[in-house]
């Protein structure tokens, strides 16, 4: 945990600086009452000493090397790709189709079995969604892609 | 090589038709599908209300639905600027109120111009406010409680939904009016400072009339008086401002807007069926349950208003420096 | 109204076709959310509240309650056949529960605590019932200056219940609060932090936020530590066997009476929820009992106790937010946005405003618990086999329904980034030990806490005095203060409370 520790730290107190530059400009007290500025300085000179105390009570770890390789690296980052992606990919593609792209790829990677179960499961799930929430519940979700017009 | 070249003649001549002729047969036709009507507020609030109100009988009269779309934030900014930027087609309308057009322009830097951006259709509801006390306060209207605290030489604090709410400015404008200082502590709704006068908080709130009604009822609170030229069906005995004295006459609006570039007949198509929809019995019953009479004013007209209106909010907001920095 | 009229309308408006139907919505997909390892209430919640939009308030509360307290009846099927909890508040279960399993006593251990977990649901209930109007009309004169005192109270006390340091715990706290910083000033209407970007200037969406932080990561922390929960299957068959024997039962009565009670007021405090009070039934059986070395290897009472506070926890967090407007755990923040989301704000006086919501809330909440009796023990085998669901599909089914959540809120790409960003920062947090919580309660109290202050100094025309002065805040602030410098007072002391274990909800 220390490694950690200290790194979030420092990250921790990047942000403030980020953040107290961002709002270098507000005011700290207006009229006889704090202003804008004052609870963003007042939590940026919070969280800077927050990070240095956690910097310093940073403890070399009990916790074996062993336990810290359990955890997969590769499949949490694949995912975070993968919804990030879908974010951007939405908007163009449309809702149905970036829904079955996001269930191909997701099955894939968590189990990957054969390429027929997995579409026919794409498929019945989008055609499911589609109904109850597009249909059903009348939800507006952008069905067509963009290319496609209005 | 001959027969290619004739097909695209005839495929520009086409279009050339369809361009020349489309527009005006779009009148003709308009609306030809579901029309959507952007508000600025969120549902379930009385602006949302007062739309779908409207909504139901206008669609009638125009043949086909009209589909209300809540667009919330920025204090009904986002909203509007959806509006003005949308397509001109008239299939898609904002229902604005009068905060979000000719207030918070000088409140916030908008991407907007209420003026330039829109093409208004008409006005269709009037919006008042009420000042409101608890029930065991020492005074019972308007008059009484300026006298008392002038005389306690104190200046008593108010709440609104907002720094540069309706409700904000009306308290600057009374304050002008009766030469009574008062002190602003603004909230996040007209229910929180509703609590807050009925809880001691604060000596008065200046707020709507349904979020006043229920504790008026109730008689937790008293309603002191109401900021309209006359007395309003839902608190039929509650003294208006003037009566009262005061030369104060403060009323919000609610009203239909199209983005610049809309075709003048789907404006006036629109203004038509909008004029024959405040008609409708039903309707006039249910805004009047809101406490948003209905007033009509012409596209033009409505469009003069708020200029004027812009204009004079300009000159308050900056003289009393309520604009944030 | 007085509560006996009260409760006889609200029941006469639970037993309404929609709002049945909700209510058992809401336990089916709670008992579902607490079986599930990895998601708990907070994602069940978060997950399906965009979908509450289109419903009227009382019917999404309703809902919202039934997934609260169901998902506490749930939790407890894995923490009992796999020794995996289904959420937080089932950690404490495993200890014992586990073990009667491996001795072939599964299904007693799944009808003590659903039976545990109804007696304690009814008395939280009544406790809401009765407590909550006079609670309301003391509350009513409360005004910024309490409010702002409550809120920090609430904040510093969530920081101090998390498993990590209590710097730790105040740091994420901290950030919570800078992020409610991002818009539009609520007292001065200036934009801040919002780089003239017109979807930030609304502010970060805090229920994409959550569902990012408490869904997408807890997908991704599925997938990475590589565990998956095997029922051995010989379990499954002693659930036929279901009622515990005489012995058991004997053992059982107190503790379940015990929590029931202490855990209705413990989860009224801030970040408590329910998970505090399962922990504190525990220790406290464990220290009551004239046999404590029973416990660990299969004591009713380490199931009954635990399994019965948690779900009068449950609704005792749903009392400070009804009755005063404030959300002191994470679950009951969700519960706050959805219903500002459709206009109305909790405050004392929404009792007396809207009796309608109230007492149908409260009285569906009855319903609500025999509903989950029923689907708790004789259907114990069908939730079993959920957790036999392949491993693929679930994370798909999460994924997914993270998305449609987050996008129907508001229709914004903005949105779903947000997710999608808080999903990998939750990720990273949880391998950093940062806790989650404090973010979380910190995201809604924010605002709130800062606008008190500001308002009572307009108030008080600039004077700080006017926290003292009120007896009220006064108090509050006081435990503040108390809370902040209590590791220095311990340290002085030689003694160390510990905290208690992570508090997710």
Known sequence: ?150 | MKKNQHRVLLGILSLVFIAAFGSQSQAASYPARDVTMIITWGAGGTSDLSCRQLADPLGKILGKSIIPLNVVGGSGAIGMNQGAHARPDGYTLTFCTSGPTVIQPWMQKVTYNPVKDFIPVAQVFGEYLVVVAKADAPYKNLKEMVDYFKKAGKAPKFATPGAGSNNHLSMVLMSKATGLAMTHVPFSSSAEGVNAVIGGNVDFASTEPPSAVGPYKEGRATILAILSAQRLDLIKDIPTVKEQGIDLVFGGWNGILAPKGTPKDIIDKLAEAAKKALENESLIKNSATVGRPIEFLSGPEFGERIKRELARNGEIIKAEGLAPK | ?505
């Open chain 1, 1 to 150: 945990m220390w490694l950690m520790d200290r790194i979030s730290s420092a990250v921790l107190f990047a942000f403030v600086i980020f953040y107290t530059a961002a709002g270098w400009g507000l005011e700290t007290w207006a009229k006889k009452a704090p202003g804008p500025g004052f609870m963003p300085r007042l939590l940026a000179l919070a969280l800077g000493a927050l990070a240095i105390l956690i910097w310093v009570q940073a403890k070399p770890s009990l916790e074996s090397q062993q336990e810290v390789e359990s955890y997969s690296k590769r499949e949490p980052f694949i995912i975070f790709l993968l919804v990030l992606a879908y974010v951007f990919v939405m908007p163009q593609l449309g809702f149905p189709l970036s829904n079955f792209l996001l269930v191909i790829a997701l099955r894939r990677l968590v189990e990957p079995g054969s390429w027929r179960a997995d579409l026919a499961g794409a498929t019945g799930t989008v055609a499911i969604i589609h109904l109850v929430f597009v249909q059903i519940l009348a939800l507006q979700f952008p069905v067509f892609p963009v290319w496609w017009g209005e």
């Open chain 3, 1 to 505: 109204m007085d509560p006996i009229h009260g409760l006889l309308y609200g029941l006469s408006r639970a037993v309404e076709p929609q709002i049945l139907i909700l209510a058992f919505l809401g336990c089916f997909w709670g008992t579902m959310v607490g079986v599930l390892p990895g998601i708990g209430p907070v994602a069940g919640i978060t997950i399906l509240m965009p979908f509450t939009f289109g419903i009227d308030l009382t019917s999404a509360m309703v809902m919202m309650a039934g997934i609260y307290y169901g998902a506490m009846y749930g939790g407890s099927t894995t923490s009992i056949l796999v020794a995996v909890p289904g959420e937080t508040s089932s950690i404490v279960t495993i200890f014992d529960g586990h073990q009667m399993a491996k001795q072939g006593r599964a299904g007693a251990a799944l009808a003590l605590s659903a039976i545990g977990s109804f007696v304690a649901g009814t008395v939280g209930i009544l406790g809401l019932t009765f407590l909550a109007p006079p609670l309301a009309e003391l509350a009513i004169g409360f005004g910024p200056p309490e409010y702002f005192a409550l809120a920090l109270v609430g904040l510093s006390m969530s920081s101090f219940l998390s498993n990590a340091s209590l710097a730790k715990g105040l740091a994420m706290a901290v950030v919570g609060l800078i992020i409610g910083t991002v818009g539009l000033d609520i007292i001065s209407g200036a934009p801040r932090f919002t780089f003239n970007s017109m979807e930030l200037a609304g502010g970060l969406e805090i229920v994409s936020i959550l569902i990012g932080l408490y869904g997408i990561s807890e997908v991704m922390e599925m997938m990475a530590s590589k565990i998956r929960p095997q029922i051995q299957h010989e379990k499954l068959w002693n659930l036929h066997r279901l009622l515990p024997n005489r012995e058991e039962w004997r053992l059982s009565i107190w503790p379940i009476i015990r929590g029931s009670f202490m855990g209705f007021f413990v989860g009224a405090l801030p970040g408590a929820g329910g998970t505090v009070p399962s922990f504190i039934s525990y220790a406290m059986e464990k220290r009551i009992s004239k046999t404590p070395e029973r416990f660990g290897k299969g004591a009713p009472e380490g199931v009954a106790g635990p399994e019965s506070a948690n779900n009068s926890g449950a609704v005792g967090a749903m009392v400070v937010l009804l009755t005063l407007g404030l959300p002191y755990n994470v679950v009951t923040a969700v519960m706050l946005s959805a219903m500002i989301a459709h206009g109305i704000f909790p405050s004392p006086l929404l009792m007396a405003r809207s009796p309608d919501f109230f007492w149908t809330v409260v009285a569906s909440m009855y319903i609500g618990n025999f509903m989950l009796l029923i689907l708790n023990l004789p259907l114990i085998g069908a939730w079993a086999s959920l957790l036999r669901l392949p491993y693929r599909w679930m994370t798909v089914f999460i994924v997914l329904f993270c998305i449609i959540g987050v996008y129907s809120i508001e229709y914004r790409s903005f949105d779903l980034l947000l997710m999608a960003l808080f999903g990998g920062i939750g990720y990273l947090m949880k391998r950093v030990d940062l806790p989650a919580a404090p973010l979380a309660l910190a995201m809604v109290l924010g605002p709130i806490m800062e606008k008190s202050l500001i308002q009572s100094l307009i108030m008080s025309d600039g004077s700080p005095f006017i926290f003292v002065t009120r007896p009220f805040a006064a108090g509050s602030m006081a435990l503040f203060f108390l809370l902040m410098f209590l590791p220095l007072i311990q340290k002085k002391l030689g003694r160390r409370i510990a905290p208690v274990g992570e508090v997710e909800v």
